[in-house]
T-cell receptor, first 113, second 115 residues
Framework: GNSVTQMEGPVTLSEEAFLTINCTYT??????LFWYVQYPGEGLQLLLK?????DKGSNKGFEATYRKETTSFHLEKGSVQVSDSAVYFC????????????FGAGTTVTVRA | DGGITQSPKYLFRKEGQNVTLSCEQN?????MYWYRQDPGQGLRLIYY???????QKGDIAEGYSVSREKKESFPLTVTSAQKNPTAFYLC??????????????FGEGSRLTVL
């Protein structure tokens, strides 16, 4: 089946540190890949996406590159801020059934001032 | 402003009672979804609807029911048959099929607690 595996949290960082959250996937076809972010007490928001191999998604200083050879979509940010404290979810969808997103378990990130 | 409105934000229920969670969107999206979020388990799909008067079961539909009588509305009923209903419920919508379907817009969620 289709699934997403994220690195376990929680992750605690100091401001201006480098953040990486690992995400790998298993899929029977050619998925689109997504990162969603959930701030405390809120629903999820789309952070970035990539729809084919070697695509790089970017937004708000975050980046992730679709690596087909390693089935990965790791999220990175060079210098985090306290406002980046949130839960981050990796997700995939398949063209054959785009209505269904498969989510990872989520990684909680806390940034200290 | 366009968006998704879920209500109530917090809900308490006694065992054996049915409860309905409301979800309304004014984004003119065709597709709507209900997800359940439990700590450490990510999001699991309960039901989704691609178009008015049509819906499909997701991965954990047992003990839940939905309707889609209007494009804007997709209420979820948590029935007494749901064995472990205490959770955070998220409603979402998207433009529809194709590559755009993965871009979901979420409401702020409803937290259901069974006493």
């Amino acid at each position: 089946g289709n699934s997403v595996t994220q690195m376990e949290g929680p992750v605690t960082l100091s401001e201006e540190a480098f953040l990486t959250i690992n995400c790998t996937y298993t899929a029977t076809g050619y998925p689109s890949l997504f990162w969603y972010v959930q701030y405390p007490g809120e629903g999820l928001q789309l952070l970035l996406k990539a729809t084919k191999a070697d695509d790089k998604g970017s937004n708000k200083g975050f980046e992730a590159t679709y690596r087909k050879e390693t089935t990965s979509f790791h999220l990175e940010k060079g210098s985090v801020q306290v406002s980046d404290s949130a839960v981050y979810f990796c997700a995939l969808s398949l063209l054959s059934n785009d209505y269904k997103l498969s989510f990872g378990a989520g990684t909680t990130v806390t940034v200290r001032a | 402003d366009g968006g998704i409105t879920q209500s109530p934000k917090y809900l308490f229920r006694k065992e054996g009672q049915n409860v309905t969670l409301s979800c309304e969107q004014n984004l003119n999206h065709d597709a709507m979804y209900w997800y359940r979020q439990d700590p450490g388990q990510g999001l699991r799909l309960i039901y989704y609807s691609q178009i008015v008067n049509d819906f499909q079961k997701g991965d954990i539909a047992e003990g839940y029911s939905v309707s889609r009588e209007k494009k804007e509305s997709f209420p979820l009923t948590v029935t007494s048959a749901q064995k472990n209903p205490t959770a955070f419920y998220l409603c979402a919508s998207s433009k529809g099929g194709g590559r755009g379907a993965g871009e979901l817009f979420f409401g702020e969620g409803s937290r259901l607690t069974v006493l």
